[in-house]
Nanobody, 122 residues
Framework: QLQLVESGGGLVQPGGSLRLSCAAS????????IGWFRQAPGKEREGVSC????????IYADSVKGRFTISRDNDKNTVYLQRNSLKPDGTAMYYC???????????????WGQGTQDPVSS
């Protein structure tokens, strides 16, 4: 069974750092682009960052450029999102998705994890 599992969300003070992980089981991440998405309550899922299957193509949303870094370790079947200089954006869920193309558009991702909650205190 193909499964993605996100972890690493948590309460943090503004300006702090957290790293999210997206681990795959049941399939090899090597063949997939991975995207990180954020969804606040009552809002649509929005793309934060994505990375192509071999890591050559990386895209960041304007709101996180210079603060977030996406990376992948295909040997560990895991993709990471290092988030620095966090802002008090309120509670949101972070999801990772696996697809064929690195894009910030969620519709292009076929597989999704259950998400990890990420409240940043104000």
């Amino acid at each position: 069974q193909l499964q993605l599992v996100e972890s690493g969300g948590g309460l943090v003070q503004p300006g702090g750092s957290l790293r999210l992980s997206c681990a795959a089981s049941g399939f090899t991440l090597n063949y997939y682009a991975i995207g990180w998405f954020r969804q606040a309550p009552g809002k649509e899922r929005e793309g934060v960052s994505c990375i192509s299957s071999i890591g050559t193509d990386i895209i960041y949303a304007d709101s996180v450029k210079g603060r977030f870094t996406i990376s992948r370790d295909n040997d560990k079947n895991t993709v990471y999102l290092q988030r620095n200089s966090l802002k008090p954006d309120g509670t949101a869920m972070y999801y990772c998705g696996a697809g064929r193309v690195a894009t910030l558009t969620s519709a292009f991702y076929a597989y999704w994890g259950q998400g990890t909650q990420d409240p940043v205190s104000s």
